[in-house]
């Protein structure tokens, strides 16, 4: 069974990219995306149930990924919040995505492949969606 992903992204470029790939490589189904908090907090309140996996940009256009992490705060059992971030080397910045609720957080330029591996496995264990310990 496909993981249904919720992507949150607000290059369009980089978006279509990422589910590109994360479609193709790691054999997820992208429910759903948003590029702004605004957006993302909405399409969330209207489809709780419609995702396993939230995959936020830290830095949007308008708004904030932290915005949305925290609004994930009371998310169901086995839905996952993955922060993509070019600034995931910052100890700090990874401390406080954490404690907004993040499962992990991972760098665009240097761990997508990670970050596709993780998804790929879950999608061909055909196994519920469980996140591993934060890499953060």
């Known amino acids: 069974m496909a993981l249904k992903v919720?992507?949150?992204?607000?290059?369009?470029a980089q978006r279509a990219y990422l589910a590109q790939t994360l479609?193709?490589?790691?054999?997820v189904d992208i429910v759903g995306t948003?590029?702004?908090e605004h957006q993302a907090i909405d399409w969330l309140d209207h489809n709780a149930d419609r995702w396993d996996v939230a995959l936020v940009d830290l830095f949007l256009g308008e708004g904030t990924g932290a915005g949305v992490i925290q609004h994930c705060h009371d998310r169901r059992p086995g839905q996952?919040?993955?922060?993509?971030?070019?600034?995931a080397?910052?100890?700090?910045?990874l401390?406080?995505?954490?404690?907004?609720?993040?499962d992990a957080v991972y760098?665009?330029?240097?761990?997508?492949?990670?970050?596709?591996?993780?998804?790929q496995?879950?999608?061909?264990?055909?196994?519920?969606?469980?996140?591993?310990?934060?890499?953060?």
């Open 95 to 102: 401390h406080h995505c954490k404690e907004l609720g993040a």
């Open 34 to 36: 948003a590029e702004t």
């Open 80 to 87: 996952s919040v993955l922060v993509m971030t070019n600034h």
């Open 121 to 136: 496995r879950s999608t061909h264990q055909n196994a519920p969606w469980r996140p591993e310990p934060s890499t953060a």
């Open 6 to 12: 919720f992507l949150v992204e607000d290059s369009a």
């Open 107 to 119: 760098h665009k330029a240097t761990e997508l492949h990670e970050l596709v591996a993780l998804l």
């Open 89 to 93: 080397q910052n100890d700090a910045l």
């Open 23 to 27: 479609m193709t490589e790691a054999k």
